[in-house]
Structure formats: structure tokens, C-alpha cells
């Protein structure tokens, strides 16, 4: 995959996941995702979103850099959501949040197959509380 082609599926997929529309993530990821080194499988990986998503109805995802080389893409994110439902134990509050991610993606034959993923969970629950 050309470095164009790779940002545009990764632009794609992006999209996808802010319209909260995972039944269409089979598009972009393997069935056999493996994340953080573990296998997870598609059907766990759009669990993990789905229930962000439960907890911040109107989560984005906004990309504030992305490098590409070769198969791999690393995004560096800006997240925001208003907390609506419970998340890692703490009620809704109905409080905005503002968090940062960073993430590393691996292609193969035009799927995602690996992923690192770091988010700032501690300054999330910061904005909870």
C-alpha cells in the first residue's frame, strides 16, 4: 500500500469509528486483531469501542498527527466526549472530557492486524471526579 493510499484508509477508518458505526469496522480490521501484543479479535475489538461509546455517546476521535512508514501508521489523537453512562467504575457525571491518545497500527494486505494503544485514562478519570 502506497503512503496516500495508507492515509486514506486510515482517514476512512477514522471516520468510521467517529460515526460510531463498528458493524463496518470488518472493512479495516482482521478478524484476528491482536492488541497490545494480545489476540483480541475483531468482535472484542468493536466491544472495547462500542462500550467507550455506551459510557461518551458523542465520542470523537480527532487526529492530530499521523507518520507513516512502510505498514505501520501511528495516529496521535485528541479525544472528547460528554460522560453519559459509567466508565472504569465511576457513574455519570455528564461532564466533558479531554484526553490524549496515541496509537500504533499495523497493515497487512490492506487490514489492520496489530495495534498499540496508549490512552491517558488517568487524566480522563481526573475530569471525572
Known sequence: MQRSEAEAFYREYN???NAHAFD???GFVAEDVQVNDEPQGLTAYVAGLREVV???PD???EIRGLLID????AAHFTDT???RGEFLGVAPTGRRITTREFAVYELET???TRV???ADNLTLLDQLR
Open 15 to 17: 471516520a468510521v469509528c
Open 24 to 26: 463496518r469496522l470488518s
Open 54 to 56: 455506551r459510557a461518551f
Open 59 to 61: 465520542y470523537r476521535w
Open 70 to 73: 512502510g505498514d505501520r501508521i
Open 81 to 83: 466526549g460528554t460522560h
Open 110 to 112: 490492506g487490514w489492520i
Open 116 to 118: 498499540w494503544v496508549a
